[in-house]
């Protein structure tokens, strides 16, 4: 079992910054793959970004490219997505997620998911 949990969210301008962090637990840490999710009221699930175990490839959501980085910290065993020029579409509740393999992952399949966070974006 992997247990996950999301910090850092909060409510925040347009234009501001916020990173949010991802405590894992449970499992060696860099059996997985882990990832962002996020999703607003009404929408569907969707992915934000993911790093795989070995640090060597990064994913990232069209809608965030340049401005979201996801990052892992073995020692620590974090997992960190730091946004910049937030914007009000980029309100949702986020997830953190871990997954076996980097595919399964980013289709959303990962095997553990955290508890969430919320973003708000106020214009």
């Known amino acids: 079992q992997v247990q996950l949990v999301e910090s850092g969210g909060g409510l925040v301008q347009a234009g501001a910054s916020l990173r949010l962090s991802c405590a894992v637990s449970?499992?060696?840490?860099?059996?997985?793959?882990m990832g962002w999710f996020r999703q607003a009221p009404g929408e569907e699930r969707e992915f934000v970004a993911a790093i795989t175990r070995g640090y060597d490839f990064l994913n990232y959501g069209d809608s965030v490219k340049g401005r979201f980085t996801i990052s892992r910290d073995k020692a620590k065993e974090m997992v960190y997505l730091e946004m910049t020029s937030l914007k009000p579409e980029d309100t949702a509740t986020y997830y953190c997620?871990?997954?076996?393999?980097?595919?399964?992952?980013?289709?959303?399949?990962?095997?553990?998911w955290g508890q969430g966070t919320q973003v708000t974006v106020s214009p």
């Open positions: 449970g499992q060696t840490f860099l059996a997985y793959s």
């Open positions: 997620s871990a997954g076996t393999t980097r595919t399964a992952l980013i289709s959303g399949q990962g095997e553990y």
